[in-house]
């Protein structure tokens, strides 16, 4: 393991603690900002961009103009929609700063190694009594691979178990930087079919066809489906991706997440429009054929986390 800049900086939007779904114990997740792919039903699209955004709360504004004064790109009105400019908005956070009701709120600031290890060793005992550890998801932890392979040799360095949540898009050098310090594996697959997958993420699946198998000799890996409606809700499409996952080393298991729509408030938040709302939730239970088709390829399949 070479020597870990701890003063190396990223962009980080959450840190979430006490997870029991991303990865084996009791975990912390480290939430990092960028991504190429734009998922219609991304649950985080405060993530998306790599620079850190504004969301604005309607219900808890004052109307006081104290963010107006305090913008200097002039960014914040109540001309524009949600009242933030996202073109002239820099994510300085001046704004968030001087609102008194927390009607806008900062999505991302920039943290050093040092400091996101700092906050990750108050859950120390935690991870050592469950088994568990650190979890990087994002948006995509590949966008800010730099970051991310020293923060997981950092965590490494501490003796944590350590996970990744990934579409398993990024360059060759990410993956050969980031991955063999993972000892888990959470790669998502969505489609088989690459027009559908842009249609629906924004970019073809290439990538992520090209990546897999890579990463999959590296490291265990876990495949993950968003079982989407409308997109991969059908027997053809997860038994094409069961057929793939077939061909890939070391895969013994295989999530099926079902479409939920608890991201949806966010979308309003960023002045977005959430494309999905005529799209019902599923439940567990409608996953059940699902789940056959994986099992009949002879993969443990898990609904749910």
Not at 59 to 76: E, F, N, Q, S, V
Not at 285 to 290: R, S
Request: aromatic fraction near 8%; glycine fraction near 10%; charged fraction near 20%.
């Amino acid at each position: 393991m070479d020597s870990i800049n701890y003063n190396l900086t990223g962009t980080v939007f959450d840190i979430q603690r006490f997870s029991l779904h991303d990865g084996p114990g009791i975990r912390t997740i480290v939430f990092l900002k960028g991504c190429p792919l734009s998922c219609k039903w991304c649950s985080n699209p405060e993530s998306q961009s790599i620079k850190p955004v504004i969301m604005y709360k309607a219900a808890d504004c004052l109307h006081c103009g104290r963010c107006m004064t305090a913008c200097r790109k002039g960014a914040i009105s109540p001309e524009h929609k949600n009242w933030v400019n996202r073109d002239l908005c820099s994510g300085c956070g001046e704004c968030a700063n001087a609102c008194p009701a927390g009607a806008l709120v900062l999505k991302g600031k920039t943290m050093s190694i040092q400091q996101v290890i700092r906050e990750l060793k108050k859950d120390a005992t935690t991870y050592r009594r469950s088994g568990g550890g650190i979890t990087l998801s994002g948006g995509e932890p590949l966008v800010q691979y730099e970051f991310a392979s020293e923060l997981l040799q950092a965590c490494k360095g501490q003796g944590w178990h350590t996970a990744i949540e990934t579409t398993g898009v990024g360059s060759r050098e990410a993956i050969e930087k980031v991955i063999p310090y993972v000892d888990t594996v959470l790669l998502d697959l969505k489609h088989m079919d690459s027009g559908q997958h842009k249609k629906f993420t924004g970019i073809g699946n290439e990538p992520v066809i090209k990546n897999a198998p890579e990463i999959c000799k590296i490291s265990k890996t876990v495949i993950r489906v968003p079982v989407i409606p409308g997109f991969n809700y059908s027997v053809e499409a997860i038994k094409a991706i069961s057929e793939f996952a077939r061909t890939l080393a070391g895969i013994r298991t295989i999530h099926l997440l079902p479409y939920h729509s608890f991201g949806e408030n966010k979308y309003g938040l960023l002045g977005q429009d959430y494309t999905m709302k005529q799209v019902k939730p599923l439940a567990p239970e409608d996953l059940e054929e699902c789940r056959t088709v994986v099992e009949s390829y002879g993969f443990q399949c898990i609904i749910g986390g």
